[in-house]
């Protein structure tokens, strides 16, 4: 356009010039030759808003093209008395700028017929439309003008009814607040008893076009957003009750009326059998004592002083022969002993109960150490084996299919919900198999609903590495090491503790590559980095292989759990070392961690009928006058409902770098066509992350573009 005008004032001084006579001539062809002085002014003036404003050339050039047609049409009018007349006459039409106005005119011929007239204000309004829009993008701002006031009768209000609830409270409003409520109050319209009157009232806050001078045709829209005001309320900060433990032990149900049914006879049978059979081979032991256990007998042998270990273990399957067992697992020693433990399945095996384990002493002394107690089940010595989250600070749970492992996660749930009310405590969980975790469905223990599909789970976990960053930052701010010394210094600002519950991760390593490799990404950073934070993992995966427990994964996941699997491989993928392929019956599991390198433990059963009491009780406790949208994390839901963004996610980490600064220009684009700033949207118009949607907002409320948040109101625009 610049061009343009250089070579129209250049054809002033120069009319000879060829090059600048066929521009000229062609731009009359378009515009006439009377108006091409005001088609350059006009696009001298455009340019000049587009260098001011380069963000929003795409705006502009489409306005201008509008823009264009319609200033082409009016400033021909003559060629609506010309174009039926004779082809010289036609001739002389396209010279005064008919090749623009020509589609226009054809157009409205065919809709109004030789209305003229009609057709002439049609292309009028249809320009103050247009230079309206463009003034509308650029928010030009309008002397103040007269605004009007449409009274109407106020509708009688609605009676209030107060409900105490006894963990729900609303913090005293602030001044702010106050005032927010105040202007809402007085910018409601009132409907007057005869006819609209012009009041003597300023204009608004924006002044643009199209809010002040036609707002009695939008006054509709105005009631609704004055009713959207007046739902954006600070949401009322909720407090749970701190009466510990959360529930009753009395819904769990007891077994410890049956006492353990042991029988002597067999258990004498067996060691004399193993006795005998290793005195064929030249191996000589003497039996110590017998450890019994609800499933496993373990028989304590001591070897003779010139016999080696490694000749008992070449002789495991003739040792089960002659115990006739399908499964004889050797310890080799005993810790903090000089004995040899030969485990064997118990004859007459006994069911652990979960309230076996919380009523247990062991597990109260363990409440009073930390708020992150396990309940693991008993060892092979009928002793209550327990466990401290915090000190893991993740767990591995691995098991072939048919191991009832299911059953046993929820061992850890309700553990830790008997310990913790909802306001210490949040899960995250991941169900792909849908039947699993539904029962712990609308619970205020959620931070978000229970994910069922594996680019979703990404997308929680994308989220939880984001958390993870924004708790390390706040650290960082206070000189703080530990999540525990901030909630101390700073009892009004308390954070909870999170924990991630996989119950199925193959299902998510192997949906897609995309999946596998961000999934991957950020278990690992948060397994290496979230302990400080609160932050815990208990991933569980009946496919114990290479490519769903990685090397990098095991390594930053000490503490691990493997149930009965199918061969010494997957004992080792799990545990570094076999044996697991060597557990029975239900339940029977092998634990291990930063101190104890290998614990056979057998887990405590809980029904579902269990559960179910559990959670009603803690729901008519909690959940009485709440609903899901309070106790869900808003932020997380919106991330969810997001559409997946794994594969630029992928890419982007393939690549190694990002350039936010082209998603900072599109962001603008939207929000200046739109005349809406808000994170949400600019989520779902450029398809990303919300912590990346919320850092573009930052970004442009740094450099001035936008307003602050102001509850959830949408962001003034200052372009």
Same mark, same amino acid.
């Given at each position: 356009?610049?061009?343009?005008?250089?070579?129209?004032?250049?054809?002033?001084?120069?009319?000879?010039? *060829?090059?600048?006579?066929?521009?000229?001539?062609?731009?009359?062809?378009?515009?006439?030759?009377?108006?091409?002085?005001?088609?350059?002014?006009?696009?001298?003036?455009?340019?000049?808003?587009?260098?001011?404003? $380069?963000?929003?050339? +795409?705006?502009?050039?489409?306005? !201008?093209?509008?823009?264009?047609?319609?200033?082409?049409?009016?400033?021909?009018?003559?060629?609506?008395?010309?174009?039926?007349?004779?082809?010289?006459?036609?001739?002389?039409?396209?010279?005064?700028?008919?090749?623009?106005?020509?589609? /226009?005119?054809?157009?409205?011929?065919?809709?109004?017929?030789?209305?003229?007239?009609?057709?002439?204000?049609?292309?009028?309004?249809?320009?103050?439309? =247009?230079?309206?829009?463009?003034?509308?993008?650029?928010?030009?701002?309008?002397? +103040?003008?007269?605004?009007?006031?449409?009274?109407?009768?106020?509708?009688?209000?609605?009676?209030?009814?107060?409900?105490?609830?006894?963990?729900?409270?609303?913090?005293?409003? =602030?001044?702010?607040?106050?005032?927010?409520?105040?202007?809402?109050?007085?910018?409601?319209?009132?409907?007057?008893?005869?006819?609209?009157?012009?009041?003597?009232?300023?204009?608004?806050?924006? $002044?643009?076009?199209?809010?002040?001078?036609?707002?009695?045709?939008?006054?509709?829209?105005?009631?609704?957003?004055?009713?959207?005001?007046?739902?954006?309320?600070?949401?009322?900060?909720?407090? !749970?009750?701190?009466?510990?433990?959360?529930? *009753?032990?009395?819904?769990?149900?007891?077994?410890?009326?049956?006492?353990?049914?042991?029988?002597?006879?067999?258990?004498?049978? +067996?060691?004399?059998?193993?006795?005998?059979?290793?005195?064929? !081979?030249?191996?000589?032991?003497? /039996?110590?004592?017998?450890?019994?256990?609800?499933?496993?007998?373990?028989?304590?042998?001591?070897?003779?002083?010139?016999?080696?270990?490694?000749?008992?273990?070449?002789?495991?399957?003739?040792?089960?022969?002659?115990?006739?067992?399908?499964?004889?697992?050797?310890?080799? *020693?005993?810790?903090?002993?000089?004995?040899?433990?030969?485990?064997?399945?118990?004859?007459?095996?006994?069911?652990?109960?979960?309230?076996?384990?919380?009523?247990?002493?062991?597990?109260?002394?363990?409440?009073?150490?930390?708020?992150?107690?396990?309940?693991?089940?008993?060892?092979?010595?009928?002793?209550?084996?327990?466990?401290?989250?915090?000190?893991?600070?993740?767990?591995?749970?691995?098991?072939?299919?048919?191991?009832?492992?299911?059953?046993?996660?929820?061992?850890?749930?309700?553990?830790?919900?008997?310990?913790?009310?909802?306001?210490?405590?949040?899960?995250?969980?991941?169900?792909?198999?849908?039947?699993?975790?539904?029962?712990?469905?609308?619970?205020?223990?959620?931070?978000? *609903?229970?994910?069922?599909?594996?680019?979703?789970?990404?997308?929680?976990?994308?989220?939880?590495?984001?958390?993870?960053?924004?708790?390390?930052?706040?650290?960082?701010?206070?000189?703080?090491?530990?999540?525990?010394?901030?909630?101390?210094?700073?009892?009004?600002?308390?954070?909870?503790?999170?924990?991630?519950?996989?119950?199925?991760?193959?299902?998510?390593?192997?949906?897609?590559?995309?999946?596998?490799?961000?999934?991957?990404?950020?278990?690992?950073?948060?397994?290496?980095?979230?302990?400080?934070?609160?932050?815990?993992?208990?991933?569980?995966?009946?496919?114990?292989?290479?490519?769903? /427990?990685?090397?990098?994964?095991?390594?930053?996941?000490?503490?691990?759990?493997? !149930?009965?699997?199918?061969?010494?491989?997957?004992?080792? =993928?799990?545990?570094?070392?076999?044996?697991?392929?060597?557990?029975?019956?239900?339940?029977?599991?092998?634990?291990?961690?930063?101190? /104890?390198?290998?614990?056979?433990?057998?887990?405590?059963?809980?029904?579902?009928?269990?559960?179910?009491?559990?959670?009603?009780?803690?729901?008519?406790?909690?959940?009485?006058?709440?609903?899901?949208?309070?106790?869900?994390?808003?932020?997380?839901?919106?991330?969810?409902?997001?559409?997946?963004?794994?594969?630029?996610?992928?890419?982007?980490?393939?690549?190694?770098?990002?350039?936010?600064?082209?998603?900072?220009?599109?962001?603008?684009?939207?929000?200046?066509?739109?005349?809406?700033?808000?994170?949400?949207?600019?989520?779902?118009?450029?398809?990303?992350?919300?912590?990346?949607?919320?850092?573009?907002?930052?970004?442009?409320?740094?450099?001035?573009?936008?307003?602050?948040?102001?509850?959830?109101?949408?962001?003034?625009?200052?372009?």
């Amino acid at each position: 356009m610049l061009i343009g005008v250089l070579f129209f004032f250049a054809k002033q001084f120069a009319p000879d010039a *060829p090059i600048l006579w066929r521009f000229s001539e062609a731009t009359s062809y378009a515009f006439g030759e009377s108006w091409l002085v005001v088609f350059f002014i006009l696009c001298v003036l455009v340019w000049l808003f587009i260098l001011l404003k $380069g963000y929003l050339m +795409k705006t502009l050039i489409k306005q !201008f093209v509008c823009l264009m047609f319609l200033t082409s049409a009016v400033l021909n009018f003559q060629a609506i008395e010309e174009w039926k007349d004779t082809l010289v006459n036609r001739t002389q039409s396209i010279h005064h700028g008919w090749y623009f106005s020509w589609p /226009i005119y054809r157009a409205l011929e065919a809709i109004f017929g030789p209305a003229k007239l009609a057709i002439q204000i049609l292309i009028i309004l249809m320009l103050l439309g =247009t230079i309206a829009r463009v003034f509308y993008t650029l928010n030009v701002k309008l002397p +103040k003008l007269p605004k009007i006031n449409v009274e109407r009768e106020p509708a009688p209000a609605p009676e209030k009814k107060s409900v105490k609830a006894p963990y729900i409270t609303r913090e005293s409003q =602030t001044s702010s607040d106050s005032d927010l409520l105040k202007k809402l109050e007085q910018a409601t319209w009132k409907k007057p008893a005869t006819v609209w009157a012009w009041a003597n009232v300023g204009t608004s806050a924006s $002044g643009s076009l199209l809010k002040d001078g036609f707002s009695s045709l939008f006054r509709q829209k105005v009631e609704q957003k004055i009713q959207e005001k007046e739902q954006a309320k600070p949401r009322p900060q909720i407090h !749970f009750a701190w009466d510990k433990p959360t529930f *009753p032990t009395s819904l769990l149900v007891s077994n410890l009326s049956e006492a353990q049914q042991v029988d002597e006879k067999a258990i004498v049978e +067996k060691a004399q059998s193993l006795q005998n059979k290793l005195a064929e !081979f030249w191996i000589y032991i003497s /039996i110590e004592w017998f450890d019994i256990g609800p499933s496993v007998v373990q028989i304590r042998i001591k070897l003779a002083e010139w016999i080696k270990i490694s000749a008992i273990t070449n002789l495991m399957d003739n040792i089960k022969l002659s115990l006739r067992t399908k499964s004889v697992r050797m310890v080799a *020693p005993i810790p903090w002993t000089d004995c040899i433990g030969i485990q064997i399945p118990n004859p007459k095996p006994k069911t652990v109960c979960l309230w076996d384990i919380l009523s247990s002493t062991e597990f109260q002394k363990g409440m009073q150490k930390s708020e992150t107690t396990l309940a693991l089940g008993k060892g092979i010595d009928g002793a209550i084996a327990i466990s401290q989250l915090d000190s893991m600070p993740h767990l591995l749970v691995a098991w072939a299919t048919g191991s009832w492992k299911s059953v046993g996660i929820n061992n850890f749930i309700l553990s830790l919900m008997y310990q913790n009310s909802p306001s210490e405590l949040k899960f995250l969980m991941v169900d792909p198999k849908q039947v699993e975790l539904w029962m712990y469905s609308w619970l205020p223990y959620l931070l978000a *609903p229970i994910v069922y599909d594996s680019w979703k789970a990404v997308k929680l976990l994308q989220w939880t590495v984001d958390e993870m960053e924004r708790r390390y930052s706040l650290l960082s701010q206070r000189k703080l090491k530990q999540l525990s010394e901030f909630n101390a210094a700073y009892p009004d600002e308390k954070m909870y503790r999170i924990v991630f519950i996989i119950d199925e991760m193959a299902d998510m390593m192997m949906s897609s590559a995309a999946n596998r490799k961000e999934a991957e990404n950020c278990i690992n950073r948060i397994a290496a980095k979230a302990r400080a934070v609160w932050i815990h993992l208990i991933l569980a995966t009946q496919r114990p292989s290479v490519n769903v /427990i990685t090397w990098l994964i095991k390594a930053n996941i000490p503490a691990r759990i493997a !149930f009965s699997v199918v061969s010494d491989v997957d004992s080792r =993928t799990i545990l570094w070392h076999k044996w697991a392929e060597e557990l029975v019956w239900k339940w029977d599991m092998l634990y291990m961690d930063t101190k /104890i390198t290998d614990l056979r433990v057998q887990w405590a059963f809980v029904d579902t009928k269990e559960i179910d009491a559990v959670v009603d009780h803690l729901k008519q406790k909690y959940m009485v006058w709440l609903t899901e949208d309070d106790v869900y994390n808003q932020e997380i839901i919106s991330a969810l409902e997001s559409k997946s963004e794994v594969w630029w996610a992928f890419s982007w980490w393939w690549s190694g770098n990002w350039d936010d600064e082209e998603l900072i220009n599109q962001a603008m684009q939207i929000i200046a066509e739109t005349r809406k700033a808000s994170t949400t949207m600019i989520q779902r118009k450029l398809w990303i992350w919300f912590a990346r949607a919320a850092r573009i907002m930052d970004t442009l409320e740094e450099r001035g573009i936008v307003w602050p948040q102001d509850w959830a109101r949408w962001r003034d625009i200052f372009i």
